[in-house]
């Protein structure tokens, strides 16, 4: 009797149990699909019972509780207050959307929460004091918010945070002295805000500090030994602050630390000897500083370095010699001091040398010979120094030169033929205010891709040949101070510039000078008398048009005010309507056969329409325009954040004008602009099969769908073509992606948005750094801490759009599991037992045995494109040279 009323007792405990559990599950399901409802979630399935298998959710092992939510660039708005419901969540994830207002004080209320991710949204107002209840929380980034007022010190409670990132936004107030007491803490990014006030001297002192960036405040005060406390550091940036003091010698205790970027600051002093230790320093940036002294030789026990500047200092002496060790120096950057001595032929020998700017120094002494011993040389920065003797005949080696500067030294001889071997140079060749002599090498018309051209304050004589006419690319020219006669050919460039560019040569004629050339050397042979004759007809013509103009004129006034005053009787709609017609600023069409087939207010009419929209992207918007003469456009329209690119417009037209130029069969072009408001609209080819986003992800997932590896692999060389091309004219692409790659009638590969990567250079400081990280998925791992686009971050990127053409997967799937992205998915394969075979889209490997032969030559380039360390990944050159080998072999 005693067990069945025990037995009896567990079976009631048990039922009640259920039900207790059924109901959670219930409630659960019931706040997940209010989520849902509210934030409009298409991709949920509110119909089917098993909410934990809906996207973006993981559940705990019993499948009754949601712990994982990963909702990020979903383009989702709206209440997320609800979410703080889900009390078992650990994991929070409302990245890249369009959020906007307060951020919920309720997510202090997720007591077992350990990553929230809310950046890349539009939160304001203050951070929520209520999350210093987060005890568990060892992520927390807030950033790309519109954020203000300081931290709150209730935070301070977060004992368990690692990853503390909160940057651009608009907070203020000093940096807390408590966060250099959060001991777990490893990466603290707080760059782009209004800080202000020193930075803590406790910071690092308590943890093992892995990264600090802090640049773009109002920071003041030194640098602080603490930083380097536990010998941990790898990342440093603090550059655009207001820091004061020295480089303190215990930076050199830190011997991971791979990048150092200190500039735009008001740091005094030396370099300490002590950077010499730091063995796997890779970046050093002290630019824009007042340090002084000279310039330390224990840079060369810096074997991996790659950058080194230090532009705009006080600096002495000259550069050491046994830089010259330096085998992986790619950019040696130290304009604007007081160096001395000769060009150091010791640095000509680094075998990566990429780019060397000694300009606004006191180098003297003559150019050496060999000038371009390293063949990689593409930037030769030697302007505004000493330098005398003549410039050598073996400049016409520098093959891969795309910028050479000379001008204000000494120079003295002609210019030699050979700078006409230069055929890659196209920023500029600049020989201005020195002592040259002679004529103008004929050879310098080979230079068809030059932009400027400055040979202005020279002693330069005889004609300006008519050869120049073969540099197609010429933008800016000046020739003014010089001793040239003759007449300007006729050429547009020419033509089009200011007559200041001809100025100071007293036998020159022609446009864009008032001379004319038939006063001066007599071309007219009939004699005075025809010429007066000539001037009287002129005068007459001259003045005939004047009085037609001038009736035109007042004939058009009438029928002005005619049509005004017909036009103010008219109703109110009519006027709502002309009011709200968008004024167009600015605009043109590059292809001259092109200009009557587009008209910008189309243009514009179709962008304020969201129906048009193509797609999005991280930089701009693509609609579809369709012209009145038939022909159909694609407009991009960047979004707002570079407002900066309408206050330099003169610069934007100059670099799309450049850039339509630009030739090669993978890129896209720009065929014109317009600008309108506040808004910059870039012109372009339609193309009708669209993006290689939507033929991967869209086309191949039809019934109807067809194996088609040999066009993936055609797709793959010729976009691995056209970014090897962008490198090859020093151009780094700011946001590769399948989704910026547009395929044409024939299925050709055309890479876009080039031009975002020209208008919105973060070098040249019209862009916020950043905000060039490209999309999601397609990010380099290394970006995350050094901030920078590069070549080899490029080559990653492409290797993320190689996995897709042969997985046929999107760079970011859930279905990858927890944290893991296209690139860890496939390099995992091992790891989980799986064969290459088995990671290839099966519709295309299992077709042929040639076709799987050919996609697992093809992945392993991909993976070599997406190694985790920079230095190991192939050049974009050697890539396409990969790929063909494939078709061939």
């Known amino acids: 009797m005693e067990t069945l009323r025990l037995f009896t007792a567990l079976l009631v405990g048990l039922l009640l149990g259920c039900q207790l559990g059924n109901s959670q599950v219930l409630l659960e399901k019931a706040i997940v699909e209010a989520i849902g409802k509210e934030l409009e979630i298409s991709v949920w399935d509110l119909n089917t019972s098993n909410f934990c298998s809906w996207h973006g959710i993981s559940c705990s092992s019993n499948n009754s509780m949601v712990e994982r939510l990963n909702l990020s660039s979903f383009r989702l708005q709206g209440n997320v207050t609800l979410i703080s419901e889900l009390k078992a969540l650990k994991w929070l994830d409302l990245s890249n959307n369009n959020f906007h207002g307060l951020i919920p004080s309720a997510f202090g209320n997720l007591s077992q929460l350990q990553f929230l991710d809310l950046s890349f949204n539009m939160f304001g107002n203050s951070i929520p004091g209520e999350f210093g209840r987060l005890n568990n929380l060892k992520a927390l980034n807030l950033s790309n918010n519109l954020l203000t007022g300081s931290i709150p010190d209730e935070l301070q409670g977060l004992e368990n945070l690692q990853y503390f990132q909160i940057f651009t936004n608009k907070l203020n107030g000093s940096i807390p002295m408590w966060i250099g007491n959060l001991t777990n803490l490893r990466v603290f990014a707080a760059y782009e805000n209004e800080f202000s006030g020193d930075i803590p001297v406790n910071l690092g002192l308590h943890s093992e500090l892995l990264l600090l960036n802090l640049h773009s405040n109002l920071l003041q005060g030194t640098i602080p030994e ?12 603090l550059t655009n602050n207001k820091l004061t003091g020295i480089i303190p010698d215990s930076i050199g205790n830190c011997k991971g630390l791979s990048n150092i970027r200190i500039g735009n600051n008001k740091l005094i002093g030396g370099i300490p000897k002590a950077i010499g230790n730091i063995t796997s320093l890779t970046y050093f940036e002290a630019d824009n500083n007042t340090l002084s002294g000279e310039i330390v030789s224990e840079f060369a026990h810096c074997a991996n370095l790659t950058l080194l500047n230090l532009a705009s200092n006080g600096f002495s002496g000259t550069i050491p010699p046994e830089f010259g060790q330096l085998n992986n120096l790619q950019e040696l950057i130290v304009s604007g001091n007081n160096l001395f001595g000769e060009i150091p032929t010791s640095v000509l020998r680094c075998k990566n040398l990429n780019k060397l700017d000694l300009s606004n120094n006191k180098f003297n002494g003559t150019i050496p010979g060999d000038i371009c011993n390293t063949s990689k040389l593409q930037f030769l920065l030697l302007g505004q120094n000493s330098l005398k003797g003549e410039i050598p005949r073996e400049i016409g080696n520098c093959i891969k030169l795309l910028e050479l500067q000379m001008g204000s030294n000494y120079l003295t001889g002609i210019i030699p033929t050979e700078i006409g071997h230069m055929k890659n140079l196209q920023i500029s060749l600049n020989l201005s205010h020195n002592h040259l002599r002679g004529q103008l090498p004929k050879d310098l018309g080979k230079l068809d891709k030059l932009v400027s051209l400055d040979v202005s304050n020279n002693q330069l004589s005889g004609n300006i040949p008519l050869e120049l006419k073969g540099m197609l690319s010429l933008i800016e020219v000046n020739f003014s101070n010089n001793q040239f006669t003759g007449p300007i050919p006729t050429f547009a460039p020419f033509e089009k510039s200011l007559n200041s560019s001809f100025l100071g040569n007293k036998g020159l004629c022609g446009e864009p000078l008032s001379s004319d050339c038939g006063n001066i050397y007599g071309y007219e042979h009939n004699g005075y008398h025809h010429r007066v004759s000539y001037r009287l007809i002129l005068a007459v013509v001259g003045s005939g048009f004047a009085v037609f103009v001038s009736v035109t004129v007042v004939v058009l006034l009438f029928m002005m005010r005619e049509k005004q005053e017909e036009t103010t009787k008219e109703a109110g709609n009519t006027t709502d309507e002309i009011c709200s017609k968008p004024v167009i600023v600015a605009g043109n069409v590059f292809v001259e056969n092109l200009k009557q087939a587009i008209d910008f207010d189309a243009v514009v009419k179709a962008v304020r329409k969201d129906s048009n929209k193509i797609s999005t992207g991280t930089f701009s918007d693509v609609y579809r325009a369709d012209m009145p003469s038939g022909m159909i456009l694609s407009v991009k329209s960047l979004k707002s954040m570079d407002k900066t690119i309408i206050h330099h417009q003169n610069k934007m037209i100059r670099e799309l004008e450049k850039l339509s130029k630009l030739c090669h069969d993978n890129l896209t072009r720009p065929i014109g602009f317009a600008i309108y408001e506040d808004v910059v609209l870039l012109l372009h080819q339609y193309y009708a099969n669209g993006t290689l986003a939507q033929f991967l992800h869209e086309s191949s997932q039809r019934p109807e769908y067809e194996p088609d590896w040999p066009t993936r692999l055609s797709i793959a060389i010729g976009v691995a073509e056209g970014l090897a091309f962008l490198h090859h004219v020093a151009i780094i692409h700011l946001d590769i992606s399948s989704g910026n790659v547009f395929l044409d009638s024939n299925f050709r590969p055309l890479v876009g948005e080039v031009e975002i990567s020209r208008l919105l250079d973060p070098s040249r400081g019209t862009a916020s750094i950043s905000a060039v990280a490209g999309s999601f998925g397609y990010i380099p791992p290394e970006y995350a801490y050094t901030m920078q686009v590069t070549a080899p971050g490029n080559v990653y990127s492409y290797g993320v759009i190689l996995l897709e053409i042969l997985t046929s997967r999107l760079p970011v799937d859930e279905a990858f599991g927890e944290g893991v992205d296209l690139v860890r998915w496939v390099h995992g394969a091992s790891a989980r037992g799986e064969t290459p075979e088995q990671i290839l889209d099966a519709r295309l490997s299992t077709n ?41 072999s």
């Open 848 to 888: 042929s045995f040639a076709w799987r032969k050919e996609m697992l030559a093809a992945l392993k380039v991909a993976l070599m494109c997406t190694d985790t360390t920079p230095a190991k990944r192939p050049r974009m050159k050697k890539v396409a040279e990969m790929l063909q080998e494939v078709t061939q």
């Open 226 to 237: 603490s930083i380097f406390a536990m010998e941990k550091l790898e990342f440093l940036i």
